[in-house]
Nanobody
């Protein structure tokens, strides 16, 4: 079994910064793409950023240049540094690991954390 636990959310003023973390645990041998998604009230969940094991990244246009995704493969952890935050960044942020190879050579697909809330407000 694989668990993803996010942390680092909170309330921040517009223009401020937050750093989210997501630690994966369980019988993990390797993790493929990890990413951050978000869901604002009344809206669908949307992609924020993804990162491959080798460090290749992709960003949503709305966060490109303001957010930075990174990962520590040895710690099975992915981070999201969020700068110049705007009220429209307010959402619950979810961590995702698209494919996890376990230590018993099985696969776990589409793994999600429970989410961490980010509120950007003055």
């Amino acid at each position: 079994q694989v668990q993803l636990v996010e942390s680092g959310g909170g309330l921040v003023h517009p223009g401020g910064s937050l750093r989210l973390s997501c630690a994966a645990s369980g019988s993990i041998f390797a993790i493929n793409v990890m990413g951050w998604y978000r869901q604002a009230p009344g809206k669908q969940r949307e992609l924020v950023a993804t990162i491959t094991p080798g460090g290749s990244t992709k960003y949503a246009d709305s966060v490109n240049g303001r957010f930075t995704i990174s990962r520590d493969n040895a710690k099975n952890t992915v981070y999201l540094q969020m700068n110049s935050l705007k009220p429209e960044d307010t959402a619950v942020y979810y961590c995702n690991a698209d494919r996890v190879v376990t230590t018993t050579s099985t696969f776990r697909y589409n793994n999600w954390g429970q989410g961490t809330r980010v509120t950007v407000s003055s």
